[in-house]
């Protein structure tokens, strides 16, 4: 029989750096370095800071790039607002044009990731089986965002596009844009998407009535608004499933 598995150790909050001072990462013991306890017991064993400290590979003098991360995170407030515009990020020492490259990509593989799985369902129909992706697309974003998903006769995901952008409070959408947008697309059906930077994801009275015009704008072109989907700190609000549409 083979041994049991250690069990994997929990995510922690506090900062190793406390523990082993100003050391270089490489100088601490090898089961406490970032990257070597990320390829031993996997990402969701390491701390927001830790995982960021692997992105950025090292810090500065007297400041590692554990501390690194944290002093981000503390500047941006939260991980979601440091991830929601990382081209402009916190400036913090030792974080230069490379680093913030590193962060970038890899927010942008996860969403492409997240897009992939959602392109290979065989048609999507249920607000859920988009919901994740949108959130991912705009949940973090400090100011409010329009998107679609167009979709074609089968309702296969043709193309994601932000066609809006507005201030923390609001966005104007112009139907004729969006109109333009599902034609340039071919789309067939289309999944309309905004968030609510304040966190909160209810449908308000203006969301309810950009959405009569825009169903009521596809639909002279035969062209047929699935859902409206607000996205805020929680569950995405599914305005269909609410009969808003």
Known sequence: ??????????????????????????????????????????????????????????????????????????????????????DHMPAVRGVGPAKRARIVAALELARRSLGEGLTELPRVDNPADSADYLKARLCHLPYEAFACLFLDARHRILAYEELFRGTIDAASVYPREVVRACLRHHACAVILAHNHPSGVAEPSRADREITRVLVDALRLIDIRVLDHVVIGRGEPVSMAERGLL
């Open 1 to 86: 029989m083979k041994p049991a598995s250690p069990l994997r150790p929990p995510v922690r909050d506090g900062d190793p750096s406390a523990t082993f001072g100003p050391r270089p990462i490489p100088q601490w013991p090898e089961g406490e370095r970032p990257r070597e306890r990320l390829l031993r017991h996997g990402a969701a064993a390491l701390s927001d800071a830790e995982l960021i400290a692997v992105l950025l590979g090292n810090g500065t003098a007297g400041h590692d790039a554990v501390a690194t991360g944290r002093t981000l995170l503390s500047k941006a407030g939260s991980l979601g607002r440091l991830l929601a515009d990382p």
